[in-house]
């Protein structure tokens, strides 16, 4: 005999119809509740009808994630595999698949709005995507709910790390450490974060009394660790070469290092770095990073509950910006000027 709902509500002891919500996703649902119910589903053998779940709620509960990064490091990407793998799981405890979206569909090559509609996704989270381009820009103004994590487009939620606040910590730690020659090598212009975090240096130099000229602030490339280093290369070897200099983001200190290391410069002795992100990686590599850690984990999940939110109550979920704080992870690469 089939084991169906009415089971499951006596098993937990709970309504049929507060059984039905948590397996229909509904949001007024506390945690404690959906796992007790999980639980009693899994224990007497129970498993949603998707399709009857589909009929039911005018809803798929399919979640296209649109990701495709310049590096195409794919879901290997030393920072967003942590932050799409969150925005999985707190989608998936929801009762959401997660489907990718891309220009194919076996033969057949579609934009990124088709596969959206194609595959009948409920809504799309949006990460390092070139969100200025004009196809990108169609979907997230197709209708379609839609999350973008880094970027802000009218009329949909979005979730950032505080950029601005991570650059000001460097900013004014390196300062503190007798710093005056400082340069950021930000990444590609292509990016609202790196409009962010370039304005955020700029005041945060200019509100300490610190030189501010075009070369303070140097355009580079994110996860790109051999153009990095040969950059570094040459600035370096300048003979009025800078005594502090951020990086686009954490996977750059690689590059960094080899480039120090090839002109004989240790670190923080004769020249500090800093990062941004936080990522693993660099926090094993001697002498340890000093970063600022964007939190990835909340940034994730941030994103799956504020897109689920404008997919399951739409026209009454707030569209503002979630902003997520930042730490500085105090390591071994920004010491005392040495001059």
Sequence with gaps: ??????????????????????????SDISEETRNQVRRAAQEIGYHP???????????????????????????????F????????????????????INHNNGASAMTYLEHCTYRNVDGVCMACINFYSEEVRMLAGSGIPCVSI????????S?????????????ERAYALGHRRIVYLHGQRNSEVTEIRTRSFAESMRALGLPLD?????????????????????????PDRPTCILLPDDISYVGAQSA??????RMPDDISFAGFDGIRLTQTLRPYLTTVRQDSVELGRQAALRLIEAVEHP????????????????????GKNPQ
């Design 214 to 238: 075009s070369r303070s602030l140097v355009e580079s490339r994110y996860d790109d660790s051999a153009f990095v280093m040969e950059q570094l290369r040459a600035l370096l070897s300048a």
């Design 260 to 265: 120090a290391m090839s002109l004989g410069l």
């Design 49 to 79: 009808n998707a399709l009857a779940r589909a009929l039911k709620t005018n809803r798929s509960y399919n979640i296209g994630v649109l990701f495709v990064d310049e590096s195409n490091s794919g879901l290997t990407h030393p920072f």
């Design 81 to 100: 595999a942590a932050v799409l793998n969150a925005f999985k799981q707190e989608a998936e405890a929801r009762g959401y698949d997660i489907t990718f």
């Design 159 to 171: 979730v950032y790390s505080d950029n601005a606040a991570g650059i000001r910590l460097l900013v």
């Design 150 to 157: 880094d970027h802000r487009f009218e009329g949909q939620p």
């Design 1 to 26: 005999m089939a084991v169906t709902i009415k089971d499951v509500a006596q098993r937990c002891g709970m309504s049929i119809s507060t059984v039905s919500k948590v397996f229909n996703g509904y």
């Design 315 to 334: 026209g009454a979920a707030p569209l503002e910006t979630t902003l997520i704080p930042v730490t500085l992870l105090e390591g071994e690469t920004l």
